[in-house]
Structures are given as C-alpha cells and as structure tokens.
C-alpha cells in the first residue's frame, strides 16, 4: 500500500498525525490518493450531516479597514477601493429579503471599521435576533477585546468567525502589518470559544511564502483549538495591494485541505468558499465532493457587491441573492447533495 494511503488511513483513525507525517501527506499527495481522502471525508461527513448542505447569508456592511493585510483588497492603503458602509435599516433589510429567501443563518461581515463601535454592533445584534428569532447570526468583524465579543454575545450573536491565516508567527509578519501579531489572534480565538460562541478560524491556501509546514502547522492548530467552523480558500491576488504578482493559491491543494480537515474534525461546518468558487467553475461542487458542507451566498445589495472585492474576479457580484441561491441548489444536486434552509448548527457527538 502507498505510504499516503497508509498516512490517510492513519489521519482517519488517529484525527492528527505529527507534523512530519502531514507534511508528507502534502507534499506527496496524487490525483489516486485524493480520490481516496475524499470518499472518506465524504463518509465521514455524510454520517454526521447526511447529504445536507447549509447556506448562510453572507452580508458584507462595510469594506472600511484601519488594517492594512498585504494579501487583502480593501486593506486601508488600497486606494482604488470604493469605501461604502451599510446603515442598521440597510442590514435589516438584507435579512429581510434573506429570511424570505430561507436563510437562517445571517453573516455579518466588515473591515475593522470604528464606525461600527460596540454599541452599534449590539444594537444590530438585537434587532435582528428580535425580528428573526429562528436566526443564528454570525459575526466577522475583526480582532476585538474580550469583553466587546462578551458584549455581542451577551445581544444575542451566535457564532463569530476570525481566519488565523496562518499558526506561523515568521508568516503571520509577512502577510500583516507589524501592528498585527498572531498571538493576539489566537488570543482572540480562545476567548470567543470561551465565551460560547460556535467558533472559526481559517486561512488562506497558497498565500505568498506558505511552506508545506506551515500548513501542517494550520492542521496541528485546528486541531488544538478544536474550533466549530474552519474557513479555507485559495489565495487569490488582488491588483490594489503589495501581493498583486504573487501566484494564486491551487484548486488541488485546497481540496486535499477540506479533506484533511474533515477527518481532523469530523463535525466541523466546513464552507466551500466563494473564492474557491472563483478559481474553477466548479470549485465549490469539487469542495463538497472533498468534504465541506457548507456554502455561504451573498445577501448584500446589489450595489455595493462590486466594492467588496477582497481578491480579484470574485464571483456572483452580478448576481441577485435569489439568483445564486437558485444557482447553488441545481450546483448542489449536480453532484449530489442538497442545499438547505436549516439553521445548521454544530452538531456535538452524544
Ligand atoms: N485571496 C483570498 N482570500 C482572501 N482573504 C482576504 N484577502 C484574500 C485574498 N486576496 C480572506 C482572508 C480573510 C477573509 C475574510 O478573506 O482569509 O480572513
Ligand atoms: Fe451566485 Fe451561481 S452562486 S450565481
């Protein structure tokens, strides 16, 4: 048997593997070996979700930023970035229109814009939980102190997801300003987790002068921090920012990524993300197929949609929330599986 086969075997068994041994499964893996990773991340998945395929409203309120991420389109120093921030009534609608549309989970995502102060936040929070009170909300707004996160929670905000980018500190500073430092993310982490909230982390596939270890040291993190949701997609350069020639992040890598990650943690709500989406026409039927359940459509309006370009050539900013939600089903069922309206929640081994 090929020493891969052997090491998935093992991952499959074991849920981690030293970091040696993943990164053997990196850099070895084949065509043949990920076909066998993602029918047991299928399995895996499909015992504990079924064939079921969650959907979350993604909402993106502002791309103000006062952080400036090498790899990001609208870190501040992107000039060509069209700055616009959605008002309380804007975001209400959206779930409005979302509600209507089945979703029952809303996303709330933005730069790290003080605009937004805690209190704002909270009151969104609140009304939305008040007017959809079958809603899981979600936020992703950054690095925050303890006790903002305890204040959104205490409204009512469900989960909170914040990518790591990467559990390499000498990496970490090559990505972000030195402002930024991975040990207040991880900070960050651990208190959302213990808050209560449903918890992700995340990064970037391919991301300029990612090693082979240090995806492995991703894998070893998430399986440390033992997180709900885990967000990965492939890098892709964006044209305003410091990365704008580095190479784009690879479908195949990504994949071998969700699958490893699904037998990591087998519960895990694992997105097929729309930059994933961006790189291959059917990058997130491939996702599924390699173990997420996830996907996450856009309920921003129409209008702001081409402003939020975090990475070039995103896709769906054309496109109607009922149009993609339409689009997604049949996507879904080409390969399978069925996109549903349920909350989706992290489901705990009894
Ligand atoms: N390519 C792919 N993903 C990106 N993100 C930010 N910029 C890019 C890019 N150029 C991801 C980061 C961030 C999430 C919201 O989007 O991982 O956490
Ligand atoms: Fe948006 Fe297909 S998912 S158009």
Do not use: W
């Amino acid at each position: 048997m090929s020493r891969i086969i052997e090491l998935i075997d093992k991952l499959e068994r074991e849920h981690i593997l030293p970091k040696s041994e993943l990164v053997e499964i990196i850099s070895g893996h084949t065509p043949e070996t990920d076909e066998y990773l993602f029918e047991k991340a299928r399995a895996v998945r499909e015992k504990i979700y079924g064939k079921d395929v969650y959907m979350r409203g993604l909402v993106e309120f502002t791309n103000y930023c006062k952080n400036d991420c090498l790899y990001c389109g609208i870190r501040r120093s992107a000039k060509g970035a069209e700055r616009y921030r959605l008002t309380e009534e804007q975001i209400l609608e959206c779930c409005e229109t979302g509600h209507e549309l089945g979703f029952r989970t809303f996303v709330l995502q933005g730069g790290e814009d003080v605009f937004y102060t805690d209190d704002k936040i909270v009151s969104i929070v609140t009304k939305i939980k008040e007017k959809f009170p079958d809603c899981a909300v979600t936020l992703s707004i950054g690095e925050k102190s303890r006790e903002s996160y305890e204040k959104f929670r205490n409204a009512g905000a469900d989960r909170y997801l914040l990518r790591h980018e990467t559990a390499n500190s000498e990496h970490y500073s090559k990505l972000h300003p030195k402002e930024l430092s991975l040990e207040n993310r991880m900070r960050c982490l651990a208190d959302l987790k213990e808050l209560g909230f449903q918890t992700g982390c995340g990064f970037m596939v391919g991301s300029p002068y990612q090693t082979a270890e240090n995806l492995a040291e991703d894998l070893l993190y998430i399986y440390d921090l033992k997180p709900h949701m885990v967000g990965i997609g492939p890098f892709v350069p964006h044209h305003d920012t410091p990365f704008a020639e580095e190479k784009q992040g690879s479908l195949e890598t990504t994949l071998l990524l969700l699958g490893m990650i699904r037998l990591i943690l087998p519960n895990v709500l694992l997105p097929a993300t729309t930059a994933l989406g961006t790189i291959h026409p059917k990058g997130r039927e491939m996702g599924i197929l390699a173990g997420a359940n996830v996907v996450m459509p856009n309920l921003s309006p129409k209008d702001v949609r081409k402003k939020y370009l975090l990475y070039d050539n995103k896709i769906c900013t054309g496109d109607e929330a009922a149009e993609c939600i339409a689009c997604l089903g049949r996507r879904m069922e080409s390969v399978g599986y069925k996109l549903v309206s349920a909350r989706g929640d992290f489901i705990v081994d009894s």
